[in-house]
Structure formats: structure tokens, C-alpha cells
């Protein structure tokens, strides 16, 4: 090995191109630099499939970019980082910051346990979890002046990969073969194409039937590519779905930056209040939800989605929200554990903090009154049932907007009647919320 050795441990920034941990480690180690992934059990248990082969498909992009040297190490990274640092003589070892509660208690264990320096860069975010505060140096507890604050303070402009990288070598495990597009070109080439129609999705957006959306959080999330890229991009673009966008790119540094302050938040509401909600015990109503069988056809083509990719349209992910928890009056804390195991996207922050607002109990949050009619809003997101005959073949002889009340046009043969009587399951919501506020 060489005298000087920097280590690059990848984690949710899989690329070469505007990735500032890395530049440093180049830097570090004069250029020479082992880069390593480490397979957390923690991580890859919680992990459903659609997520797995995802990150696996994205590492063996990540691998090829490097001349096949990226190192794969299964583990614990408190052990396995230290470890390998030392089997290589590191003098250094370079990160993007994590945020996210187990992150921050990871690298602080790994940072202990190392014999040379832990050298965190740069983050997953344009503007890192803490940075943004009102003029009284406190937090923002409020999307909107957050989102002023976001864009006054700016970020600074996306970085080349570097050119003078001598990646090194060491016994790396093996990685299973996928067959899934993903890592850097793909998200980069994908954004390139999908950015040309920017200016329709501010119209276009909430219709599950167009399927408008930019399908970018699944880079977002492993860092494939970084948000200041897509940022500066946009910067080029002139129109209300150009800022629609960036606004929804606030949105998910919004919620990076409320988990990072209360880590509590990924599981229990931020509003205590809501401690005292009663909910339902999660049953048969709940596996009815996960299986796409509770009567609704666009919360079960929704969920059927999901099962089926591991993504779902977002108006579609506030839809069945609502209806798990307003409906079936079921905590969301399950909502938000089905969508961490199947979501290929799923993102601890953003994952958590929507639920909560949904269920009216986080940060500027939708009031709890606001709850989702299940049939207006197919409806009016997919006027012509093409979403959901889409994902239920039960529904494709009910032409048009009969898919959506498949009970009043005879049924259907094989969809189950709903499970539950919305009207009914309103009134029962907005009577448990009247509880609490007691």
C-alpha cells in the first residue's frame, strides 16, 4: 500500500460526480483512495426487496465507474470500518454527513473506534440539517418561511468528479447479480430527459394517470445524484412547474432538518397531543390495506403499485395515508413501517415527517379535519379510471369513471365491497380528534 491512504466510505452518495467527501479523500490520500461500501445488517434486514436489488444494481454501477474496485464488506461498520482502515494503513477515513438518527449514532461509534481521523464533507441535502434558522437563531417550524429562508440562503454550484483518482484494491465480498437500472449515468441520464417536460409538472403532477412525476427520489435517496445538481439545473428553467419542483426538493430538506432535531419524530408525533389519539389495533383492516383489497379502488391501486415496483405516485402515497389512518383508524406509525419495507425510495426523514403530516400530528402539518375522500379523489386525480384499471385487472371492463364506484355499476368479479363506510369513518375521526383536544 501506498504511504499515504485515504479511505472513502460511500454510504447515500453513490457517485463520482458532485461528491465533496470524495474530492477530499482524493485530496487526503494524494490521490490514492480505497473506496468501500459496507452492507449493514441493521440497514439490509429493514430492507424489502425492490429497495435491496435497487442498491445493488446501484453499487454495481458505482463499482464499474471505479474500474470494478469498489470494496463490498458485510457487517457491523463499527467494526468493519475500523478494521479496514487499519488492514490498510489509512491515515484518513471521509464521509458525507448522516443525519438521520442511527447515522449520527453509527459514525459516532465507527469515529470512536478509529485510529486515524473521521472527515465528514459535505451531506445528502444542497443545505445541511441545522444550517437554516429565523432571526432569532432558532429552528423553523413552518414549511413556507423555511422555504424564503431555503432559497435566500443558496447553495453553492455542483462539482466535477475527479480526474487524478488511483482507486485501490482489497478483498472485497461479492455482490449478486441484478437485473435493474440503476447508479449515476442512469439517474443523471433519466433527469436529463425528464427535466425537458419541467414545465407541465405543476399541472400535471397530482394525476396518477399521467404519471408525470420525476421518479427522482429513488436517486435522491442513495445519492446517485445530488440535489444542488438538479438545483443548479433548474436554475436554467423558467416556469411554475420548474418552481413547483424546487419547492418539493425544500420539502425533503425540510424534513431532514426537523428529524435531525427530533429524532423521536421518526416513530411518535411531534404534536404530543396526539399521544392521547385512540387508534384502532392493527388487524385484518390493515393486511387488507398492505394487499390492495379494501374496496376503494384508488387507495388499493395505490397499494397495489407499491407491492408490485416499490414506488407509488405521490398524491396517491397522501390518499392511502388519510384513508389508513381516517378511515381505518389505524396508527400511522404502521403506514409508515409498511412504506420503509416495500418503498424502493424510502427515506427514514421524509417517509416519517409526511406521514405525520397527513395524519394532522407533525410540523406544519394538514389539520387533522382534512381527511381524503377515497372516491373524489380518484375521481378527480384519474378522471378516466385509466390508473386505476391500470393495477386492478378486476376493474378493466368498468369503462371510464365507473372504475371508481365499481358498486354502483354491478361490482366486479373477484374486487372486494369496501371495507368500511367513509361517511361513517369521517364522523369517528373527527370524534376521536375532538378528544384530544378537550
Known amino acids: 500500500m501506498p504511504d499515504v491512504t485515504a479511505l472513502m466510505w460511500f454510504r447515500r452518495d453513490l457517485r463520482l460526480t458532485d461528491n465533496p467527501a470524495l474530492l477530499d479523500a482524493v485530496s487526503a490520500g494524494d490521490g490514492d483512495v480505497l473506496g468501500v461500501f459496507v452492507v449493514d445488517p441493521l440497514l439490509w434486514e429493514r430492507s424489502g426487496d425492490p ?66 481521523p473521521l472527515v465528514a464533507t459535505g451531506s445528502p441535502y444542497a443545505i445541511a440539517p441545522g444550517r437554516i434558522q429565523n432571526q432569532q437563531g432558532r429552528p423553523y417550524q413552518v414549511f413556507t418561511p423555511y422555504f424564503r ?24 465480498d461479492h455482490l449478486p447479480k441484478i437485473d435493474d437500472t440503476a447508479g449515476e449515468n442512469a439517474a443523471r441520464e433519466h433527469w436529463q430527459t425528464w427535466l425537458d417536460d419541467v414545465a407541465q409538472y405543476d399541472d400535471e403532477r397530482d394525476r396518477p394517470d399521467l404519471d408525470s412525476t420525476s421518479r427522482m427520489s429513488i436517486p435522491l435517496k442513495w445519492g446517485e445524484i445530488h440535489p444542488r445538481t438538479m438545483l443548479f439545473d433548474l436554475s436554467h428553467k423558467r416556469s411554475q412547474g420548474a418552481e413547483a419542483y424546487r419547492r418539493e426538493l425544500a420539502w425533503r430538506e425540510f424534513c431532514a432538518d426537523l428529524l435531525a432535531r427530533h429524532p423521536h419524530a421518526a416513530w411518535k408525533p411531534l404534536r404530543p397531543e396526539f399521544d392521547r ?17 379494501t374496496g376503494f379502488p384508488i387507495v388499493d391501486a395505490g397499494m397495489r403499485q407499491l407491492k408490485d415496483s416499490g414506488f407509488m405516485h405521490n398524491r396517491v402515497r397522501m390518499v392511502v395515508a388519510s384513508f389508513l389512518v381516517k378511515d381505518l383508524h389505524v396508527h400511522w406509525k404502521y403506514g409508515a413501517r409498511w412504506f420503509m419495507q416495500t418503498l424502493r425510495d424510502g427515506d427514514l426523514a421524509s417517509n416519517s415527517l409526511n406521514w405525520q403530516w397527513v395524519a394532522g400530528c407533525g410540523a406544519d402539518a394538514s389539520p387533522y379535519f382534512r381527511i381524503f375522500n377515497p372516491i373524489t379523489q380518484g375521481l378527480k386525480f384519474d378522471p378516466q379510471g385509466e390508473y386505476v384499471r391500470r393495477w386492478i385487472p378486476e376493474l378493466r371492463d368498468l369503462p371510464g369513471k365507473q372504475a371508481h364506484e365499481p358498486w354502483k355499476h354491478g361490482g366486479a368479479d373477484g374486487y372486494p365491497a369496501p371495507i368500511v363506510d367513509h361517511a361513517e369513518a369521517r364522523l369517528e375521526a373527527l370524534r376521536r380528534y375532538e378528544a384530544i383536544r378537550a
Do not use: F
Not at 150 to 162: F, I, Q, S, T, Y
Open 51 to 116: 429497495r435491496r436489488d435497487h442498491l445493488t444494481a446501484s453499487l454495481t454501477a458505482l463499482s464499474e465507474a471505479m474500474g470494478g474496485r469498489l470494496v463490498i464488506r458485510h457487517g457491523d461498520p463499527a467494526q468493519v470500518i475500523p478494521e479496514l482502515a487499519d488492514e490498510i494503513g489509512a491515515a484518513s477515513v471521509h464521509i458525507s454527513a448522516d443525519y438521520a438518527p442511527y447515522g449520527q449514532r453509527r459514525d459516532q461509534e465507527v469515529e470512536a473506534a478509529l485510529k486515524c
Open 149 to 172: 429562508a431555503w432559497l435566500e440562503h443558496g447553495w453553492r454550484k455542483p462539482v466535477d468528479a475527479p480526474t487524478d483518482v488511483n482507486w485501490l484494491e482489497a478483498k472485497s
Open 277 to 293: 389519539m385512540a387508534y384502532d389495533e392493527p388487524g385484518d383492516q390493515l393486511e387488507a390495506w398492505q394487499q390492495g383489497r
